[in-house]
């Protein structure tokens, strides 16, 4: 009996449930050939697409490509204590070092291993003898290549590198040079760069040679203008309507202040002066010559040009305050002025804040001492100043200065009563802040003033300082007291300073003491300070 082939052999059992055979199996068989297959192609598909990530297998996406990796820099290690200086005294440089750590694949460190900075040294002492000349002796009756003869050598600074020792031999006109100079040596007589290494390096402000370290305006190095505040304004006073030819305070310029500049292009003058009250650039109605002046711990370069452009430049810092000033001749154009002021010391600045003493015209018959005689080409004397050294006056400044009439040749002054006495003369004596002997060398009448141009002889007593040559004022045109020039007098005068502290002049009022100088008002004069009260007496 045959069994139907579609009957399963075992009963209960359906075909999905039959067990396969592996090796009989089509599909059990044909999985690990295929398997075998992707394998295949994972291992052979980087070395089909060159250049490409294996990663991508090939499926369409955009290759990357390989970054060969960059090696970086070494490191530095911490300087090196800094080394003797190459001098004693003097100028002279000392140097540190430092050492790059690195693996083979890093390159170099960057910057310097070495490094200088200028010594703080001493000033040689007198007779010294200077470092390159040092050097140059040290060859002196030695031979050198081509010649057998002795010479003595001297420093040559004529030779195109500064920093090889060149030395001119004595009696002879050449030099010779001897290598290069020694760290720390000078680059010229007149500079403060030092020679290293053969090269001319300039100091930054952290004192390190060849740093491009600087100061800001505040006087910081390498700071950024944070601790000091900049100071700019234009100074625009109107002329005065009365005509008045005299100074007129610009500001006060407060000690501390650094990188100063004013400038004026007008006919007016710019005047400088110290803390002291005391003029020291066209002060006195005298017009000093352009140049430098040492002024406040500082140096003020003055310039002036033919085309009226006026200026002070001082890179400061300054040590005491300064007052600007304008001399009236024409219009005020517009002043301007500027500087840096530290913050803890900047204070708003007002023009007129501070007391003047304010002089007036000065013309003299004669040169005083040590002035120049010529007037400087760069400028055209104004009308009332005069250029110190000139003592000629102009029709123009004539006319300017002295009225058509004076009211006592108008007939309206009283009679002048002069004291008399030795009561009075020790009265005015005692109650005056100066006596003193001069000679009267010019007179003018200023509005309804007078003023006495005197070279002052001698001081018997006087509470302010007193210059040689001074400006006495009196408050009226009628000659009272009367004052002839060219001779001497002893002169009792007051201080007079006005309510806005612009004006400190030499007065002389109506009924103060003005007598003709002799042996015996002198010999009488000398005794007269012993009868002041105590608190009188200076």
């Not at 710019?270 to 017009?287: C, F, H, K, S």
Request: some cysteine; charged content about 20%; glycine content about 8%.
């Amino acid at each position: 009996m045959q069994v139907p082939l579609a009957t399963p052999l075992h009963g209960g059992l359906g075909r999905r449930g039959a067990k396969r055979h592996p090796r009989h199996d089509p599909v059990a068989s044909g999985a690990p050939r295929a398997r075998m297959v992707l394998l295949f192609v994972w291992l052979t598909l980087p070395c089909a697409v060159q250049g490409t990530d294996s990663r991508t297998l090939g499926l369409g996406l955009s290759p990357r490509p390989r970054l060969k990796r960059q090696p970086g820099h070494g490191t530095w290690t911490h300087w090196g204590a800094w080394s003797t200086c190459s001098s004693t005294c003097g100028d002279g440089a000392s140097f540190r070092t430092r050492r790059c750590i690195r693996f083979p694949e890093e390159e170099m460190c960057k910057g310097k291993p070495r490094q200088y900075r200028v010594c703080e040294l001493d000033d040689c002492p007198p007779g010294s003898t200077p470092f390159r000349a040092m050097q140059c002796s040290l060859y002196n009756g030695k031979p050198i290549s081509g010649s057998q003869t002795p010479y003595q050598w001297v420093p040559f600074h004529g030779a195109p590198n500064l920093c090889d020792l060149n030395c001119l031999a004595v009696g002879h006109n050449f030099y010779y040079t001897f290598g290069r100079v020694l760290d720390g040596t000078r680059c010229s007589p007149d500079s403060r760069d030092l020679c290293i290494s053969g090269q001319c390096l300039r100091a930054g402000c952290d004192g390190i040679l060849g740093s491009d370290a600087q100061t800001d305006a505040c006087g910081v190095c390498s700071g950024k203008n944070e601790s000091c505040v900049f100071v700019h304004q234009v100074f625009r006073a109107a002329f005065p309507t009365s005509g008045f030819f005299g100074y007129k305070n610009v500001t006060r310029i407060p000690a501390g202040a650094r990188h100063i500049k004013v400038t004026d292009r007008s006919r007016n003058y710019l005047a400088l002066m110290n803390a002291n009250q005391r003029y020291v650039i066209n002060g006195d109605w005298a017009i000093d010559w352009p140049g430098e002046y040492e002024v406040a711990g500082t140096k003020v370069r003055y310039a002036r040009t033919a085309d009226v452009h006026e200026s002070f430049e001082a890179p400061g810092p300054t040590q005491e305050d300064l007052s600007v000033m304008v001399l009236f001749q024409e219009h005020n154009s517009g002043i301007e002025y500027q500087f840096w002021l530290p913050r803890e010391q900047f204070r708003h600045v007002q023009s007129d804040a501070s007391p003047l003493r304010q002089q007036q015209t000065r013309e003299v018959d004669g040169n005083p001492e040590g002035e120049p005689r010529h007037i400087p080409p760069a400028t055209t004397p104004p009308p009332v100043p005069k250029v110190r050294g000139a003592a000629k006056k102009t029709s123009q400044e004539a006319r300017m200065t002295t009225p058509a009439r004076t009211p006592n040749q108008l007939g309206r002054c009283r009679r002048c009563e002069t004291p008399k006495g030795k009561s009075q003369r020790i009265q005015h004596y005692c109650h005056s802040d100066f006596v003193f002997r001069a000679q009267i060398l010019a007179k003018h009448y200023i509005g309804l003033e007078t003023r006495y141009d005197v070279q002052v002889k001698h001081t018997y007593r006087n509470r302010f300082v007193l210059g040689r040559r001074e400006f006495v004022w009196v408050s009226n045109t009628c000659d009272c007291p009367l004052l002839a020039e060219r001779r001497e007098y002893v002169l009792m005068a007051r201080q007079h300073v006005n309510y806005e502290h612009t004006l400190n002049r030499i007065l002389l009022q109506r009924n103060s003491y003005a007598r003709p100088w002799s042996p015996r008002e002198d010999l009488q004069l000398r005794d007269a300070g012993k009868h002041c009260l105590p608190n009188r007496v200076l």
